[in-house]
């Protein structure tokens, strides 16, 4: 078959008896062409990831968010932990089942230790 014969030929590109030869524009216009599309399909691939990642990680978010939420509004409610400056402070009540505890016999506690320690 003559190459003359053939219906269609380019400047950009031949016809060899085993190969196709291109012109260097052709290459370079193809790699381009092959650079652009990975870089699409790059794209494309984190974008699955990252919402996959998303969709595997939202119920542990939303069980954490709720559980902060429910946090927040129990300190919000919540008294005050600490007393406030120049506020008494009752002393607990004693257990029940036992006798508060008496001022006199507190007195004798006292003069037993500073004697055993020897303070005066």
Not at 28 to 36: A, F, G, T, V
Not at 58 to 65: I, V
Not at 93 to 118: K, L, N
């Amino acid at each position: 078959m003559e190459m003359s014969s053939l219906p269609y030929s380019s400047t950009t590109w031949a016809i060899g008896t085993k190969h196709v030869f291109l012109s260097e524009e052709a290459v370079q216009y193809l790699e381009l062409c092959q650079i652009e599309r990975r870089h699409q399909a790059a794209i494309t691939i984190q974008s699955r990831v990252r919402g996959w990642h998303c969709r595997r990680r939202w119920p542990l978010l939303k069980r954490q968010l709720k559980l902060h939420q429910i946090m927040v509004k129990i300190k919000r409610d919540a008294p005050p932990c600490r007393p406030k400056l120049f506020d008494v402070i009752e002393p607990p009540p004693p257990p029940p089942g036992r006798p508060p505890p008496d001022p006199d016999d507190q007195q004798h506690i006292m003069q037993q230790t500073r004697q055993i320690y020897g303070a005066r």
